[in-house]
């Protein structure tokens, strides 16, 4: 079966960093765009980032650009978000999702079970 | 930045009633590109449509999309008691992807 797990989520205070990590399985990871989509506690989802599948070129949303990057490492199937300066705003489930396309972002079929990311002091 | 609205809100029915819900985008989405999404309590999304019309894998077929330009259903034929959820448009007719604020599924 498919499979994305993340790892990396926990809490931190304000301005600081902290990695996200998403280990991919039973698919040729690096045919494929992956993303980061993210959901504040009772709201909406929030598409956060995304990378090609070389790794070549990335998208990012104007409310993370400058403080999160997105990378990925092709040879060990693993997706990271890298979050930087992180605010208040930024607490919510951080969801890795695959996507159906190979160079932008389109949609996603297949996501991981998410990891919480707190910003608090 | 394309800006996805969804209704209504909340919609409220019994299992069986056929569901209805809208998508307005506030500008024309090139090659109809819309897909929907359902979520359940503490699960991650789940991709019901893509290309505005077409089923992802393994979705049933009382699950139909339809639309195009700026205008977009997502309809469910006969609910089930499983589909009571939240459910989301997705535009990514430019790069900058976004989600509607979703609509609820409530029984009556």
């Known amino acids: 079966e498919v499979q994305l797990l993340e790892s990396g989520g926990g809490l931190v205070q304000p301005g600081g960093s902290l990695r996200l990590s998403c280990s991919a399985s039973r698919f040729i990871f690096s045919n494929y765009a992956m993303s980061w989509v993210r959901q504040a506690p009772g709201k909406g989802l929030e598409w956060v980032s995304a990378i090609s599948g070389s790794g070549g070129t990335t998208y990012s949303a104007d409310s993370v650009r400058g403080r999160f990057t997105i990378s990925r490492d092709n040879s060990n199937n693993t997706l990271y978000l890298q979050m930087n300066s992180l605010r208040a705003e930024d607490t919510a489930v951080y969801y890795c999702a695959k996507d159906r396309g190979r160079i932008r972002p389109v949609n996603f079929d297949i996501w991981g079970q998410g990891t919480l990311v707190t910003v608090s002091s | ?108």
């Open chain 2, 1 to 108: 930045e394309i800006v996805l609205t969804q209704s209504p809100a909340t919609l409220s029915l019994s299992p069986g009633e056929r569901a209805t819900l809208s998508c307005g985008a506030s500008q024309s989405l090139s090659s109809s590109y819309l897909a929907w999404y359902q979520q359940k309590p503490g699960l991650a999304p789940r991709l019901l449509i893509h290309d505005a019309s077409n089923r992802a894998t393994g979705i049933p077929d009382r699950f139909s999309g339809g639309g195009s330009g700026t205008d977009f259903t997502l309809t469910i034929s006969g609910l089930e008691p499983e589909d009571f959820a939240v459910y989301y448009c997705q535009q990514y007719g430019s790069s900058q992807i976004t989600f509607g604020q979703g609509t609820r599924l409530e029984i009556k």
